[in-house]
């Protein structure tokens, strides 16, 4: 019995023993588990606390980096303001030049030697208005030839017919790249007197590069089986193109790549300014308007960069139109395709207009020696003169016309009137029998070939049928018009080679019109368009 109890406390001490360990373990375990969650909770409050600050820190350093980069752009936008406010017509002489000059990206590891000058990429300003924000901004390099010089021709076909609001939305600039400063103000003097309206206005312009620009022609590989001198020429062609192209980066939307010695088709601003506006949703980086070389090609005035940087990196190993495609193959061509499928993906971006509105018309190039017929086949023929079904009339002239030229063919709309050069005294008398009443007239001298050969320095002048008017000359309406010593009065005269107007009322019938010629002529004259019209 004393044995039984005492197993029995026995076991009652182990259960409780092993309860007291149990619930030992439990407590140390739970107390373990309450300090490690402690411990987390307060690591992920500092990690929290941390973040915070580091997006704070973040945040200021945003706002610094914004400011600062609008800082730049405000600082980019009063250069640009001041550029454009400085690049003013610079007075006679192209030693005071304007305050622009371009970077490109590398440009001065393309052409080393510009770091030799500070100036070397500042453009000489001969002529120039400022003029900016046009539509179309045409260019047009000019070099010092042997032979015959085309450029006046080409500026007066580009400016024939051009209308004032054709005008007001273009800028043509001449870059005369020489770096001999007399040729150059020679030159610009010659501009500037043969337009003077174009210049005061601000649609022609002329500038020259820098003496600094140029690099040292020596040492150029002779490449493609052309010459030394070849390779010299097309070379300096490329950084021509390269300079102009700056100067015309921010002038306006569109730039057209022209040369000096070609003649346009009627219409062509108004063509291609069409053409352009109706391609803005088309990916495209050149138009063509002429088939020939580089000219009549277009791009747009934002890829002007890229184009200049592209030429720079080449501009000693090809001419400028086998870097063009180039580029056109860089941009568009698959590596693994072959050529049919490159050049379906070129004219994605290379646009051909049809008919060419650009004539290759020179024949002595700019390479010393070289003879070139080059013609454009998609350039088509011209309308050379304008018909108009004029009153019958005997007309005579004082000026000898050449070949077929005849002043009645142009009269009657058969042909253009084409005579050597006129002299003070000369004249064009178109007489009525019987007398008519004339409500208006047109004379329009010069053509798309031929733009040059304008009347200077003529006015119009009726006969009036009634003999009374002459001798109340001084009175009322009359006072104001000018009486020739021979019947005539003065009713108009030629500007820029076209006179128009309307008769006065009170002249009635009129016997006669006369274009009289006041001075001497440097140039032939060609009547391209006559119209009377009358009171039928």
């Given at each position: 019995m004393r044995l039984k109890n005492g197993a029995l406390r026995l076991l009652t001490v182990i259960v409780l023993g092993t309860l007291l360990s149990f619930s030992w373990w439990y407590t140390v375990l739970n107390v373990r588990d309450i300090g490690e969650e402690e411990e987390v909770q307060s690591q992920f409050l500092d990690l929290q606390r941390r973040l915070q600050i580091a997006e704070a820190v973040n945040q200021r350093v945003s706002q610094e980096l914004t400011s600062v980069l609008e800082s730049i752009k405000h600082?980019?936008?009063?250069?640009?303001?001041?550029?454009?406010?400085?690049?003013?017509e610079t007075k006679k002489d192209v030693n005071i030049t304007g305050n622009r000059k371009y970077?490109?990206?590398?440009?001065?590891?393309?052409?080393?030697?510009?770091?030799?000058?500070?100036?070397?990429?500042r453009p000489n300003v001969a002529i120039g208005q400022g003029r900016t924000n046009v539509s179309l901004v045409l260019g047009i390099p000019t070099v010092k030839r042997e032979k015959q010089n085309y450029l006046m021709d080409t500026l007066n076909s580009l400016l024939y017919e051009l209308s004032q609001e054709e005008r007001s939305d273009c800028i043509i600039i001449v870059f005369i790249a020489e770096a001999d400063v007399q040729y150059v103000n020679s030159l610009a003097a010659d501009i500037k007197k043969s337009f003077p309206s174009e210049v005061q206005s601000g649609l022609l312009e002329v500038v020259s590069p820098s003496p600094g620009f140029y690099p040292n022609f020596t040492d150029l590989k002779e490449t493609f089986?052309?010459?030394?001198?070849?390779?010299?020429?097309?070379?300096?062609?490329?950084?021509?193109?390269?300079?102009?192209?700056?100067?015309a980066q921010d002038k306006g939307r569109f730039y057209v790549q022209l040369e000096d010695d070609i003649i346009a088709r009627t219409g062509y601003f108004q063509t291609m300014k069409n053409v352009a506006l109706q391609k803005t949703s088309v990916e495209w980086m050149v138009m063509e308007f002429s088939q020939l070389g580089f000219i009549g090609k277009m791009f747009k005035a934002s890829d002007l960069p890229v184009l200049v940087e592209f030429i720079l990196m080449f501009y000693k190993d090809k001419p400028i139109d086998w870097l063009l495609d180039h580029i056109l193959w860089v941009k568009a061509c698959h590596p693994e395709k072959d050529a049919k499928h490159c050049d379906r993906q070129k004219s994605s971006l290379r646009i051909r207009y049809k008919p060419s509105l650009f004539q290759h018309v020179g024949t002595h190039s700019s390479l010393p020696g070289k003879i070139q017929n080059l013609k454009d086949k998609d350039f088509g023929k011209q309308i050379l003169h304008k018909a108009h079904t004029n009153p019958s009339a005997d007309i005579t002239t004082s000026l000898t016309a050449y070949q077929q030229f005849s002043i009645e063919k142009a009269y009657y709309g058969e042909n253009f009137f084409w005579a050597l050069t006129p002299v003070s005294g000369d004249h064009i008398t178109i007489s009525f029998h019987p007398p008519v009443t004339v409500k208006s007239y047109l004379f329009r001298s010069g053509n798309i070939e031929h733009p040059g050969d304008k009347l200077f320095n003529t006015s119009v002048e009726v006969q009036p049928a009634n003999k009374l008017l002459l001798e109340n000359m001084n009175e009322g309406l009359l006072a104001k018009y000018e009486q020739t010593k021979d019947g005539y009065v003065r009713i108009g005269a030629f500007v820029n080679g076209v006179a128009e107007g309307e008769v006065p009322p009170f002249m009635e019938k009129v016997t006669a019109i006369r274009?009289?010629?006041?001075?001497?002529?440097?140039?032939?004259?060609?009547?391209?368009?006559?119209?009377?019209?009358?009171d039928l």
């Open positions: 600082i980019i936008a009063e250069k640009r303001s001041a550029t454009r406010n400085q690049t003013k970077h490109v990206l590398n440009a001065y590891y393309y052409l080393p030697h510009l770091a030799q000058s500070e100036n070397s990429l089986g052309d010459t030394r001198e070849r390779v010299k020429w097309r070379t300096k062609q490329n950084l021509d193109y390269s300079f102009l192209m700056l100067y274009l009289f010629i006041h001075s001497n002529s440097p140039v032939w004259v060609l009547l391209s368009e006559i119209f009377i019209k009358t």
